[in-house]
């Protein structure tokens, strides 16, 4: 091992995904069950999911499915849109998600800011962020994805 890497388990890239964004609804309970409930009606596996809420109290719902269903994702999303007074449903196509794993992450500080050091030092940019106690998981740009998982090779030390 290298000085100074940190182990992980590994890392797992999904790439041709289409990031879907239901922005500025008012937040409120309901609000991403009404979202999520309207994909599964149309039979759409939703990959990943981020909420924020901003100093508005509005709700800003980031996810990703398959680049095939983003239409769907989208029309799917645009029916509910007056029920759940979203300001805009945004959808960019070729996503990737890169995540790193390791089973000991939650002990570990600095795991998530070696992830986007990574990606940073290599100048990708991303657009959405999820973590676990075991994962770390990037939205970035599906062109950008072979050198993601160079940029974390180079960082972490992997099986």
């Not at 000085?3 to 964004?21: E, S, T």
């Amino acid at each position: 091992m290298e000085k100074g890497k940190i182990k992980a388990g590994g890392i797992i890239r999904n790439q041709n995904l289409a990031r879907i964004g239901v922005m500025s609804a008012p937040d409120r309970p309901g609000l991403s069950s009404l979202v999520l409930n309207a994909l599964a009606a149309r039979g759409i596996n939703v990959e990943f999911i981020v909420q924020c809420v901003d100093l508005t109290d509005h709700s800003h719902i980031i996810l990703c499915v398959k680049d095939e269903d983003m239409q769907g994702a989208v029309a799917a999303l645009e029916q509910v849109r007056p029920q759940v007074g979203a300001g805009a449903i945004t959808s960019t196509p070729g996503i990737a998600l890169i995540s790193v794993f390791g089973p000991d992450f939650r002990e570990r500080p600095a795991i998530a800011a070696g992830v986007f050091e990574a990606l940073a030092k290599v100048g990708i940019n991303i657009q959405a962020i999820s973590t676990s106690i075991s994962t770390v998981s990037c939205l970035i740009e599906g062109a950008r994805a072979d050198d993601a998982v160079v940029a974390l090779r180079e960082y972490f030390e992997l099986p």
